[in-house]
């Protein structure tokens, strides 16, 4: 048994669920799961397609070149590059933050792997998988909204 929380992103395309690897990647995991729970990324659109490789969304300019603004501090809330060598981009469904040429640039985008991606293991932080509707996540495409993102509440706590 995981303590591994379940994302659901009802999107344009149908429902994807995204395993958290809070275990494995906590501070990539929690930052993901804290934009979630403000309801960060409802509504925002997926701004980049390349086919056979990834789908990216997050960016609340809806151009790929916006992060998450803390109310707090009025400043971008930037994270720390977190990477393991077990957490790989071999598949597709693989989770992970997107960020600038500076490691420590990740905010509030994330991609979705559309087949292997091995060049990009231990440069970017993986923090999940999809582990329902996949198939939803491959016919997303630039324009594409997360209608809703969401926590699913498991039983046992």
């Not at 395309?13 to 309801?39: M, W, Y």
């Not at 977190?82 to 693989?94: C, D, Q, S």
């Not at 640039?105 to 060049?119: K, P, V």
């Not at 293991?121 to 997303?140: I, N, P, R, S």
């Amino acid at each position: 048994m995981t303590n591994d929380p379940t994302v659901v992103l009802e999107t344009t395309k149908g429902t994807i669920k995204i395993q958290v690897f809070k275990t494995e990647a906590p501070v990539t995991a929690d930052n993901f799961l804290d934009l979630v729970l403000r309801g960060f990324y409802n509504g925002l659109t997926f701004h980049r397609y390349e086919p056979g490789f990834v789908i990216q969304g997050g960016c609340p300019k809806g151009t790929g070149t916006g992060g998450f603004i803390d109310p707090q501090t009025g400043k971008e809330r930037r994270i720390q590059l977190e990477v393991k060598p077990n957490l790989k981009h071999n598949a597709a469904g693989i989770v992970a933050m997107a960020r600038s040429n500076e490691p420590n640039s990740a905010s509030s985008q994330f991609y979705i792997t559309l087949g292997g991606a091995s060049f990009l293991d231990m440069q970017y932080a993986v923090f999940g998988k999809v582990v329902e509707g996949l198939e939803h996540a491959k016919e997303l495409r630039a324009g594409d909204k997360m209608n809703s993102v969401t926590v699913l509440e498991t039983a046992a706590k």
